[in-house]
């Protein structure tokens, strides 16, 4: 009990509690039912039942101290023992611990856990420099962070966000609730693609300089929907697969590097193609290609009504397009069908025929991509007509089993983030799904012609799309000089294509 959420609500604990007493119930009763009824019941008597204990639970609450209530809220934990760590020996409000993680809501939990600390907390002494000894950062970093809260910046994020923040100029600090929510849900990728495209992260987030949201708005201008950095890395990938790639395997069909990667670019494409460019040069590249391939996809399946290709997308569960990231991968959900359609051809297996189960808010469709290149590994549908949402499968490249790691990192991400969303807020998106899916049920009913394989003329029409990405050296020239003219000197020769022929 001393580690238990008893004092929230929404508390795991309760609904064990609520379950197990509702097979207590059961078990008294004469079985009369089969197993599918059975467990019917236990999900109504469970619901009952918690119902029962959240509103006993509301009654007690409210006769405890609203100040150290609050103060639990800010910190973020709702355990007996953080209850009494802000009561004084007296059985009162502890007005220096209320008030240290009111100032830090962030370091709540370090400040009641370390014992120095709280020392310094009960002594009234000032602590920012304290806590930026404690986390080996800058007493500024600890200043930027006092209107944080453990809510938007949950532990296993924490070492990472101040690490972060402790690099980055003055300048590129949030300063408003809105460059808060902009730089935690950027901050990251950015990071990431720095790291792609081996350039220096400061002159890549320059326009971040002046406010994170402000930059954030330019650069969804730019984009045409609301800027992320997955969109760049699509374009990136699509530019080697259906511009690169191609030349690669007519000029070296044989290559043993070429077969094994399949479709996914060498580490030095990335730098050697794009390194040059600035992030708002990206955004308006990505957007050139999303609009390109848009219509492309349009055409092909034979969609001409505006309002029709418009509905071909629908509100992703998050708000974020990247859900999820942790240690070498990113999970993103993918929302409409030319995203599907493109995680289908990329990975070999058919889940562009989803989209009718996207739409009318069956499931929701999640790939997981490498985090520092973008590419591709895995493919998940989640189930959203249980109570919870459920993982209902799972596939690699051409429906290969994921490995043991990438499965667990799936499933965590289906416990520990999607479940937390709440029975209304995916209710309330499926039923916006719903509405927007009436004019296109009827069509997306038919065979999907997303699995089907590309043209000849539909892969020439691709590598027009894309060749507005390539180097300016390269773009000038036709595609048999393209052909002679990509060689080693674009690449590193750990990436095996030092013995493509030099150009003349």
Not at 174 to 198: C, I, M, N, V, Y
């Amino acid at each position: 009990m001393r580690e238990q959420a008893v004092l929230q609500a929404d508390s795991a604990f309760y609904n064990q509690l609520a379950m197990g007493a509702a097979s207590r119930i059961l078990a008294t009763l004469p079985v009369i039912d089969d197993g599918e009824n059975l467990e019917r019941d236990r999900v109504v008597l469970s619901r009952i039942e918690r119902a029962v204990l959240g509103h006993a639970l509301s009654l007690f609450l409210d006769q405890l101290p609203s100040d150290v209530l609050a103060a639990m809220r800010t910190e973020g934990a709702a355990t007996v023992e953080a209850f009494n760590h802000y009561l004084d020996v007296n059985g009162k409000p502890h007005r220096n611990r209320i008030q240290a993680v009111q100032a830090f809501p962030l370091f709540g939990a370090r400040l009641r856990t370390d014992w120095q600390l709280r020392r310094m907390v009960d002594r009234g002494q000032p602590l920012t420099h304290a806590l930026a000894a404690a986390h080996q950062v800058q007493p500024r970093t600890i200043q930027c962070c006092r209107t944080l809260s453990t809510v938007r910046a949950p532990d296993e994020r924490r070492v990472d966000l101040l690490n972060r923040l402790d690099r980055l100029p003055a300048e590129y600090l949030p300063k408003t609730e809105q460059d808060w929510t902009a730089f935690l849900d950027l901050a990251g990728s950015l990071s990431d693609l720095a790291t792609t495209l081996r350039t220096d992260l400061v002159p890549l987030i320059k326009p971040f300089a002046a406010g994170w949201h402000s930059g954030r708005t330019l650069l969804s201008h730019k984009l045409g929907a609301d800027f992320s950095v997955q969109p760049i890395y699509e374009m990136m990938h699509a530019v080697y697969r259906y511009g690169l790639y191609p030349v690669l395997k007519a000029q070296k069909p044989r290559m043993s590097l070429l077969a094994s990667a399949g479709n996914a670019p060498p580490p030095s494409f990335f730098p050697r193609w794009f390194g040059r460019y600035s992030l708002p040069r990206l955004t308006e590249m990505a957007g050139q290609w999303q609009q390109g391939y848009r219509r492309f996809s349009m055409e092909r399946l034979g969609v001409s009504d505006p309002a029709l290709a418009a509905a071909l997308s629908w509100p992703g569960l998050m708000d974020s397009p990247v859900s999820y990231s942790d240690r070498g991968y990113r999970i993103i959900e993918l929302t409409s069908q030319q995203a599907l359609e493109h995680e289908g051809r990329t990975q070999k297996h058919c889940v562009a025929s989803y989209a009718i189960k996207c739409v009318l808010g069956e499931s929701a469709i999640y790939s997981v991509r490498d985090r520092n290149t973008g590419a591709p590994i895995s493919t998940f549908e989640v189930a959203l007509t249980y109570d919870v949402p459920v993982l209902a499968r799972h596939h690699g490249r051409e429906n290969a089993v994921p490995s043991p790691e990438l499965q667990a990192f799936v499933q965590r991400f289906v416990d520990q983030v999607l479940a937390k969303l709440g029975n209304q807020q995916i209710r309330q998106v499926r039923i916006a799904r719903r509405r927007g899916s009436v004019q296109i049920r009827e069509f997306l009913a038919e065979p999907d012609t997303g699995d089907q394989p590309l043209s000849a003329r539909e892969r020439a029409r691709l590598a027009e799309l894309v060749a507005f990405a390539h180097p300016s050296e390269i773009r000038r020239l036709s595609h048999k000089g393209r052909l002679s003219a990509i060689n080693g000197n674009f690449f590193d020769e750990s990436d095996g294509f030092a013995e493509l022929p030099r150009a003349a």
